[in-house]
């Protein structure tokens, strides 16, 4: 986490006032154009969001339902830049607070940057390549994931704070576990491979996803999938979002065969943002 962020750091160059409007190419001390936006600093991000968020977490394993209910400290940032053929993409979450699942903890961090080809000014083909990790644990549920490499592909348009991203993901999981309930699986040397689309605008973002993973050769389990859709609304004082997580896939329970068990993981959150 101390690595992204000092990546993310490294590109704070301008205040927040670019992003309202195109950057003027006179202005010397800004040094950006209107398809390349400035950062700020990680927090003062447009579309960031702290706030209060509500969460519910439901697995079904042995045919049991287990939901709970918790409340949670939530903040969540995302940064999409392209300058000339240069694109990089910043994305992180966290939220902590407790409830019927007890101690709630989770957070995620994605940082990737490479190449995009020019179509027009603001759109064009992308190659990208980075890391990304995600944890969520409570008593009911507990995911990990981490990708040391993660490849991206796909189109992007990007003009000034509207974006438009469609890619495909692949990468190698060098440590991650999934506990739902009573069960666990190891996801260590899993292949990932999935599918992406981000829609983002000055009213709402729009982001979901679709990821497979593959297990290694040694694991008697089956493949898993995970599922995430996010939405946030900015037209209101106060920042709407609403988020989802499923995951569907084997799992060992007590030493037991590897059983399928369905977890999901949603939320609402209520946020101020810049």
């Known amino acids: 986490m101390r690595i992204l962020a000092v ?29 390349w936006g400035c950062f700020e600093l990680v927090y003062m991000a447009k579309g960031s969001v702290l706030g209060v968020k509500a969460t519910v977490t439901y697995v079904k394993e042995d045919g049991r339902d287990v939901p709970a209910i918790s409340f949670v400290t939530a903040y969540k940032t995302e940064r999409y830049a392209t300058r ?34 020019i179509v027009s000014k603001t759109s064009g083909p992308f190659l990208r390549a980075g890391m990304t990790g995600m944890s969520i644990s409570n008593d009911r549920v507990r995911l990990s994931i981490f990708e040391p490499l993660q490849a991206r592909v796909g189109y992007q348009t990007l003009d000034v704070d509207k974006l438009w991203e469609a890619g495909m993901t692949q990468g190698l999981i060098a440590l991650g576990s999934y506990e739902p309930g009573n069960s666990v699986r190891k996801l260590s040397e899993a292949v990932e491979l999935g599918g992406y ?5 000055r009213l709402f973002h729009v982001d979901a996803s679709f990821a497979h993973l593959f297990p290694q050769a040694t694991d008697s389990g089956g493949d898993l999938d995970l599922g995430r859709l996010a939405y946030c609304d900015y037209r209101l004082v106060v920042t709407l979002c609403a988020d989802l997580l499923y995951v569907r896939g084997d799992a060992d329970s007590d030493g037991r065969a590897d059983r399928l068990t369905q977890s999901l993981y949603t939320g609402f959150t209520i946020g101020l943002s810049p």
Do not use: K, Y
Not at 86 to 96: D, N, Q, S
Not at 197 to 201: E, I
């Open 7 to 35: 990546i993310a750091l490294l590109f704070m160059t301008c205040p927040a006032r670019a992003q309202d409007a195109p950057c003027d190419p006179q202005e010397q001390s800004c040094g950006c154009d209107e398809n």
């Open 197 to 201: 689309l981000a829609v983002h605008n």
């Open 84 to 117: 000339d053929q240069l694109a990089l993409h910043f994305a992180g979450t966290g939220t902590l607070g407790g409830g019927t699942a007890g101690n709630e903890v989770g957070g995620s961090a994605t940082v990737d940057f490479g190449w995009r080809g």
